[in-house]
């Protein structure tokens, strides 16, 4: 039996941020399958959030490939990377980017509006929220509630809830449970892979926090896998 294409693959890459004291990174090779939850670890300042803005085409190295889903993004124009990364990648920000003043359902609805595939994969947008909600231990009563509102440990699962819904076959989390105690991490990191689980969803978080590793299929370190540099470019 062949090996499953994978989810996500990096192949040669080198990027080098434009500027005087210039920060860049070279991946030779990285490669998730289908379904694995790989923890990345680094230091920080090791490179993980560019490294993250890479795979997700926020930024664009200046050669290399990289690949989502069997796509390279690299050669895509700006307009069409954005599209694909709304169908492909659920993304969970290190300090969660919710819409404020928009209510819990809006943000969780928030990536469907810019992703008519990945849209058409719930049936019922409003019962996928209510269930999603249900999964990751949100009380309903919350729904309708500004998402400003909430406390830090709610809105992170709000975050999660925005990045899984339409089951996109990529989820990037950058150090998403650092705000957060031990307990409640681990708790949030059970329910992400239940989740991740049932849909075979490939999950991508870096971290600096070595504790979470066990938690993970895989644990990569950052320094085995990147080459970075610094200085003048
Ligand atoms: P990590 O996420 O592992 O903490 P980053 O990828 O954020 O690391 O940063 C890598 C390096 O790039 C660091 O030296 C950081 O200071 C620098 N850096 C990060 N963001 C920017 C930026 N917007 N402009 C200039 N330098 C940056
Ligand atoms: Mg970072």
Not at 43 to 59: F, P, R, V, W
Not at 65 to 84: E, K, L, N, P, Y
Request: net charge neutral; glycine share 8%.
């Amino acid at each position: 039996m062949t090996n499953p294409a994978p989810v996500l693959e990096l192949n040669d890459v080198r990027y080098r941020r434009p500027g005087r004291a210039s920060f860049g990174l070279d991946v030779p090779k990285l490669s998730l399958t289908q379904g694995e939850t790989v923890l990345l670890l680094g230091e920080s300042g090791s490179g993980k959030s560019t490294l993250l803005s890479l795979i997700c085409g926020t930024i664009v190295a200046q050669s290399g490939a990289v690949c989502v889903a069997g796509t390279d993004i690299s050669s895509m124009s700006s307009g069409t990377r954005d599209r694909f990364r709304a169908e492909q990648i659920g993304l969970i920000f290190q300090q969660f980017n919710l819409l404020p003043f928009a209510s819990v359902r809006d943000n969780i609805l928030l990536p469907l509006r810019f992703a008519p595939d990945r849209a058409k994969r719930v049936a019922s947008p409003l019962e996928d929220v209510e269930r999603l909600c249900r999964d990751l231990g949100l009380p309903s009563d919350v729904i309708g509630a500004r998402a400003g509102l909430l406390s830090v440990g709610q809105q992170q699962r709000v975050a999660a809830a925005r990045a899984l819904i339409g089951t996109p076959p990529l989820i990037v989390a950058d150090e998403p449970t650092s705000s957060l105690d031990a307990a409640t991490q681990t708790a949030f990191l059970d329910v992400l892979f239940t989740q991740s689980r049932a849909h075979a969803t490939t999950v991508l978080m870096v971290s600096h926090d070595a504790r979470l590793a066990e938690q993970f299929d895989r644990v990569i370190q950052m320094s085995d896998i990147v080459k970075t540099t610094r200085g003048a470019a």
